[in-house]
């Protein structure tokens, strides 16, 4: 479902760096499925594909046609973790869902966010608001003014069908509205963290109403979970993915920059980032994680990777069938030249432009490898989520690092609540 090729790595990682690293990575295997290693209780995202039942599924789907019958819009209400995927997932799919999403809580644009209100203010809502603790800032404020226009559109009985809570499953402040309301709830798991919460209910609900086959996302994470168990280089792209970015960075690659042809990608992208920036970002090390999206980048981005100050290194996600092709027509006059191309696919092209930027970066001294996904579905997209959740965790370990914790991430909060004068 997911092809691997290290093949313009070969000058920088030699044999012996791979048998240097084999006994972390078998340590750092040991620690994560021991349940062992720094950050253990936050591993529940490790075998979640499978303790998901088929049956909840079948209960999202049933909520999925009430909600999508009474509703215009969807408005997901989350940040980070309980924002990202979500959207990730919905342009990776096309962005075409029975339900349009609107998001909010992301940020704290007013502009944005009046914006949003202006739109849904005569349409038929449905809010799903995401956050494990409720308290989260931007979320939090986002949730408290759009609950307000809601309750003025709708009676109490009637919001209790438009407001769906995704939070703790017994603390917190959102629990506590929610209760207090008779809003209807999911549980956000107390072994995942935020970034690896995709395939739980805080991606798994609200991917649902708006029309996505989650049945076929979770078979594609099953299958992941599956074919990643084993600490076998040969033959788990997961671990040889987690293993060459991090030889990569003992020889001074400090930045690796994921980058696609496909700017249905554009926000797996920010998902990755926020997963593997989050998670090895600790004790000032890890790997600082950019993207691109190209070719559109490389009229921007381009002189930099291919002439810039070489402490980078490249993973590349290709398509191999995107859900749709466009053939390039021929033209009598070929005043533009292009004709050597008609009847091509615009894919075909796509794909040697990627081939010859992965050669070039190479030339000019960017080691790069490609995950290639199959094809742009629901299957390949939670294949893919887990790829990366398990090269993430092992990573981390092999880093030295606890990979599923983010104390710096409070420390703006402080200072920001702090100028606030916060009681």
């Not at 995927?85 to 909010?104: H, N, Q």
């Not at 690659?253 to 980032?273: D, G, M, T």
Request: hydrophobic fraction near 40%; charge should be neutral.
């Amino acid at each position: 479902m997911i092809k691997f090729d290290a093949h313009y790595l070969k000058e920088s990682v030699q044999d012996r760096d791979i048998e240097r690293i084999v006994p972390a990575l078998y340590k750092a295997h040991e620690d994560l499925h021991g349940r062992k290693g720094k950050g253990a209780e936050f591993t529940g995202w490790l075998d979640l594909p499978s303790r998901i039942s088929d049956s909840f599924i079948k209960e999202l789907g049933q909520l999925a046609a009430e909600v999508q019958d009474q509703s215009d819009y969807l408005v997901s209400i989350g940040i980070g973790g309980s924002y990202l995927g979500i959207r990730a997932s919905l342009e990776f799919l096309g962005g075409i869902s029975k339900l349009p999403v609107y998001y909010a809580g992301h940020n704290m644009s007013s502009d944005q966010l009046h914006h949003l209100l202006q739109t849904i203010q005569d349409k038929r809502v449905t809010v799903v608001v995401i956050s494990k603790s409720g308290t989260t800032t931007e979320p939090a404020l986002a949730f408290r003014v759009v609950k307000k226009m809601l309750e003025a559109k709708y009676g109490a009985e009637e919001l209790k069908k438009r407001i769906i809570c995704v939070t703790d499953e017994k603390k917190g402040a959102l629990r506590a509205i929610a209760q207090k309301n008779g809003f209807r709830t999911f549980t956000i798991p107390d072994d995942v963290g935020g970034r690896f919460s995709v395939l739980t209910p805080v991606g798994l609900v609200p991917l649902a109403l708006a029309g996505v086959d989650i049945f076929s996302v979770m078979e594609g994470a099953r299958k992941a979970q599956s074919e990643y168990a084993a600490p076998d280089l040969d033959n788990n792209a997961c671990y040889r993915y987690a293993a060459l970015r991090n030889i990569l960075y003992g020889k001074g690659k400090k930045i690796e920059v994921l980058s696609s042809f496909y700017p249905n990608l554009f926000y797996v992208a920010e998902w990755w980032k926020q997963l593997f920036g989050e998670s090895e970002g600790k004790g000032h090390k890890g790997i600082f994680p950019a993207s691109l999206i190209l070719s559109t980048d490389l009229h921007s981005m381009g002189q930099w990777m291919q002439d810039g100050e070489r402490t980078v290194f490249e993973t590349f996600i290709a398509v191999e069938r995107p859900q749709q092709d466009a053939a390039i027509p021929a033209d009598p006059q070929d005043l533009d030249g292009f004709n050597y191309v008609a009847g091509k696919g615009l894919d075909f092209i796509n794909k040697k432009a990627y081939e010859a930027t992965a050669a070039a970066h190479f030339e000019g001294g960017v080691p790069n490898m490609t995950i290639t996904v199959c094809k742009a579905d629901a299957v390949h997209l939670g294949h893919l989520y887990y790829f990366f959740e398990k090269a993430c965790g092992i990573s981390g370990y092999v880093l030295g690092v606890n990979p599923f914790d983010q104390p710096g991430v409070e420390a703006y909060k402080k200072k920001m609540f702090a100028l606030l004068k916060r009681g």
